[in-house]
């Protein structure tokens, strides 16, 4: 028989065997789970470098952007003023703000009249004429005034010079006097505040743009401009001094301001926007009249 010694030997030993199996079962889970986040650690940087690479941490896609308003219009109330008409109103973000946009006014006294707006420095106003022109607003209107300033009055449907669209809108381009030139009478080579060839907005009151433009056909020089200008003629310049060479006769408030004939716009339409620089403001261009 084995001695008490010897089983105590056997029985010390095979409890160390436990032990040193326990450790290498420990240190082989270790390395496992150490292994393991290693590869997680690696396949994340990958994600985390393709992510970054394609601009998922941008704080905003320029494509999201939000688009700010161009223009503002102000409702105006058509049951106050029978002469405004509701045709809607242009849209007020995404509008063109660079180049022109060409005007083509058809009437009975010839033409056509072209004239080319200046979308950097007028874009509401140029909005407001094509919104208008889509809808038909101008077909078949009256010019209803021939001004004393020299210039053609246009684009109300009311021939009252009340009349426009169910909106209005700011001033953009309103000319400024130099501070040294306080009199009507421009300083010698400084040029007129209207060139011949300038259309603008008019309006009653003043900043409250609606419909109405006015065609210049003579240089005009104010202290105190309220035309707001928007761009200017290209073609048939000739129609509009022949127009403003009619006689006139009392408009029904005591001017004689209204055309004895009839100047009637026989349609009006505003192209697409061309980019590039906007047209000089001086010289503008004159075509051979059609009638």
């Not at 001033?171 to 300038?198: F, H, I, M, N, W």
Request: with cysteine; proline share 9%; net charge neutral.
């Amino acid at each position: 028989m084995a001695s008490s010694r010897d089983r105590q030997r056997k029985l010390a030993r095979a409890k160390l065997d436990r032990q040193l199996a326990r450790r290498a079962a420990a240190t082989r889970r270790r390395r496992q789970i150490q292994a393991g986040v290693g590869v997680f650690l690696v396949l994340a940087l990958v994600v985390a470098g393709s992510a970054w690479a394609l601009g998922a941490f941008d704080s905003e896609p320029k494509q999201n952007a939000a688009v700010e308003e161009t223009c503002v219009w102000t409702p105006q109330d058509a049951a106050v003023n029978t002469n405004l008409k509701d045709v809607g109103t242009p849209e007020t973000k995404g509008l063109p703000t660079e180049g022109t946009r060409t005007m083509t006014v058809t009437t009975n006294q010839g033409g056509p009249i072209t004239a080319e707006l200046n979308l950097a420095t007028s874009p509401c106003a140029a909005a407001s004429i094509a919104h208008l022109a889509s809808r038909s607003f101008y077909d078949n209107t009256q010019c209803h005034e021939i001004t004393a300033d020299g210039a053609l009055r246009c684009g109300d449907p009311s021939g009252s010079g009340l009349g426009g669209p169910s909106y209005s809108f700011y001033d953009e381009d309103l000319p400024t006097v130099p501070s040294a030139s306080p009199s009507a009478s421009p300083a010698p080579g400084q040029p007129p505040t209207y060139p011949k060839g300038t259309v603008a907005m008019i309006s009653n009151p003043p900043g409250s743009n609606g419909s109405q433009f006015l065609i210049f056909f003579k240089d005009f020089t104010t202290a105190d401009p309220k035309y707001p200008v928007i761009g200017k003629v290209t073609g048939g310049l000739d129609v509009v001094e022949k127009i403003g060479a009619l006689p006139t006769v009392e408009n029904g408030t005591g001017a004689k301001v209204r055309p004895k004939s009839d100047v009637v716009i026989q349609s009006l339409t505003v192209g697409e926007p061309v980019t590039g620089a906007a047209p000089p403001a001086s010289a503008p261009a004159s075509s051979p009249s059609a009638g």
